[in-house]
């Protein structure tokens, strides 16, 4: 599967610019395109995951639960489905617990 590029120009501080030319020497990137394409990748998946977690931090846990419950209470008839769509939230949802927690702690404030 081919994507298409576009090609830019940047402006980039000169420091930054050595270290990316330090991690294409050492082999880590093939050049200095892949580095700045996989620098800004990540950059953009790690705001989309704080405004998610910003966004999750806002829902009233005890309203969530309830809702859910109400939602699962009709697929009884879906015993394994349902087993393991309640462990798979319980994992996910302690998993998230931390950030949750610090996100509503900065809020506070």
Not at 48 to 55: I, N, P, S, V
Not at 71 to 81: I, S, T
Not at 84 to 101: G, I
């Amino acid at each position: 599967m081919h994507l298409s590029r576009a090609k830019i120009a940047i402006t980039i501080d000169e420091e930054v610019l050595t270290e990316i030319d330090r991690l294409v020497h050492d082999g880590v990137f093939l050049n200095r395109s892949q580095a700045s394409e996989v620098a800004v990748k990540e950059r953009l998946d790690r705001m989309l995951r704080t405004r998610l977690a910003r966004e999750a931090a806002k829902l009233d846990r005890t309203e969530e639960q309830a809702l859910a419950d109400e939602v699962y209470a009709g697929e009884a008839e879906w015993p394994e489905y349902t087993a393991k769509l309640n462990e798979v939230y319980a994992t996910e949802a302690s998993a998230l617990d931390p950030v949750f927690q610090s996100i509503q702690s900065r809020s506070v404030k």
